[in-house]
């Protein structure tokens, strides 16, 4: 199965072709298997990351044809070719800086809870949002992160040109709103925290939401549905005066 790997040394990309051995004929590998086979026989300082091996941490992620998937999980096909996530900045090879998008959320997740009532049951949509596993891949096309990167891509921007990550982005993504709308769906939390993460959520840019086609979840959550319309149906007028 020949597949292709884009690699990135010192600011510049290269395509290297990879012929995968399928370890037996019916195998079916994910991602993962090419990458850590390529790195043992072939590319020995391919860089890239996985921790759990089974989609519970998402630092694998990568994209494939244009598309974030979890490598550990997800098939890959004969043709395909696998490069960094084109929403984040890259480091070397496959690995991007995720730093960024959390450190945003410092400061910002505070619950202003009421108190620590165990036998208080969440709603279900709560339960919901825990299934994240912070892979990221809901960044992909979304007009909100984009603004960090004025419309350029992470990979063909100078560092003056966008705030450091170390910082923290300017601009959100579903991702936080997950963690905001969290915040107010918790039955924990107080009148004023709930308002609290919702102020947070239009200050990270939720007007761009409006009109928006809406985003992929790369463990199925609805995001839509439960994160960004509830987030825009309390936000009502209070959008678009934000800049």
């Known amino acids: 199965m020949k597949v292709e790997i884009v690699t990135r040394r010192r600011g510049k990309e290269a395509v290297v072709e990879y012929d995968y051995q399928p370890r037996d004929e019916d195998e079916k590998p994910m991602i993962l298997d090419v990458l850590l086979q390529a ?10 990351r996985y921790g759990c091996r089974a989609r519970n941490c998402g630092v ?35 690995v991007v800086r995720r730093d960024g998008v959390a450190r945003q959320m410092r400061g910002r997740l505070a619950s202003a ?20 596993i912070e892979c990221y891949a809901c960044l992909h096309e979304c007009p909100m992160h984009a603004r960090n990167f004025h419309g350029k ?28 709308q969290r915040i107010r769906i918790d039955p924990l939390t107080s009148d004023t925290g709930k308002e609290a993460a919702l102020d947070h959520s239009i200050e990270l840019g939720l007007d761009a939401c409006v009109g928006c086609k809406g985003c992929k979840c ?14 825009l149906e309390a936000a009502g007028d209070r959008l678009g005066n934000t800049n």
């Open 39 to 48: 790195q043992v026989e072939e590319i020995p300082d391919l860089a890239f």
């Open 60 to 94: 694998c992620t990568v994209d494939v044809n244009g598309r974030p998937r979890v490598a550990c999980r997800a098939r890959i096909n004969e043709g395909d070719r696998v490069s960094p996530m084109a929403t984040l900045p890259p480091l070397a090879d496959l």
């Open 113 to 132: 809870a009421q108190g620590n009532d165990l036998n208080v049951e969440a709603p279900e949509d709560y339960h919901a949002l825990t299934a994240c």
């Open 153 to 180: 891509a992470p990979a063909d921007i100078s560092t003056g040109d966008q705030a450091d990550p170390a910082e923290g982005y300017r601009w959100g993504n579903p991702f936080s709103l997950l963690k905001l």
């Open 218 to 231: 790369g463990v199925g959550i609805n995001l839509m549905g439960k994160v960004v319309q509830p987030m």
